[in-house]
């Protein structure tokens, strides 16, 4: 299909800088990311186009979608990685980090998923990732806030999957496990876990997805990765 037209939210980092990373040189990529310095950093490190974004706000998903629009004219598929770790029991996690949670993890990937969708409806076809993880199917103890807002954003996949009624607009969902990026240390939080899997080799598969053509025979909805070695 040529060069086509990817936006990559929480793509300053971790999983979302690998996937840009692997799209750049084919593709015409935008990142979005809510710390000015990491956007102007990864712009100038790709070459690609880049936005401030926070994801809990909904005007300024909206703007930056529609500036990308204005940009390039199209979107071909949306990677939906931002994401914010709430590591810890109930207990010891404060209001105000389990508000910010919820803010990005749930109304974040929200209005990501309204927006994307606009577009990819107006356009007739389109390709959207959610980022998951893999505590959605597998509880894990100490992490009942973030499984609980990534469940959320899955629960939402399913829903919007079914209610496209075609494969040329795909809402899809990947699970991976636990990986070493700055989730955790973002909110000073230790990457505690020994099993891994590295954001390069997630980002294949995220870039897979987003590379299907409209055409393509695909379950939209699919839970394509579930697995990481520990279970």
Not at 50 to 63: K, M, P
Not at 184 to 211: H, K, N, S, W
Request: proline share 4%; aromatic share 6%.
């Amino acid at each position: 299909m040529g060069a086509r037209t990817f936006v990559v939210v929480g793509g300053t980092s971790g999983l979302g800088l690998a996937a840009a990373r692997l799209l750049v040189d084919e593709h015409r990529v935008a990142v979005l990311g809510d710390v000015p310095d990491e956007v102007a950093t990864v712009v100038d490190e790709l070459g690609c186009a880049g936005q401030i974004c926070d994801v809990s706000s909904y005007e300024q998903v909206r703007d930056a979608f529609a500036e990308v629009v204005d940009r390039y004219d199209v979107i071909d598929g949306v990677a939906a990685c931002a994401s914010m770790w709430a590591g810890g029991d109930l207990a010891a996690l404060s209001p105000e980090r389990i508000r910010r949670a919820v803010e990005i993890n749930a109304l974040g990937t929200t209005y990501v998923f309204k927006e994307a969708l606009h577009h990819l409806r107006r356009q007739g076809h389109g390709n959207l990732v959610y980022i998951g993880a893999l505590a959605v199917t597998k509880p894990r103890p100490g992490i009942p806030i973030y499984r609980a807002t990534k469940s959320y954003g899955s629960s939402l996949v399913e829903s919007l999957a079914e209610a496209q009624h075609s494969n040329r607009i795909k809402v899809m969902e990947l699970h991976p496990g636990p990986m070493p990026t700055r989730l955790q240390e973002r909110v000073g939080d230790e990457f505690l876990d020994e099993i891994y899997a590295l954001p390069e080799q997630v980002a294949t598969e995220v870039v897979r997805l987003l590379l299907l053509a409209p055409d393509d025979l695909y379950v939209s909805g699919e839970r394509v990765l579930r697995a990481d070695g520990r279970w």
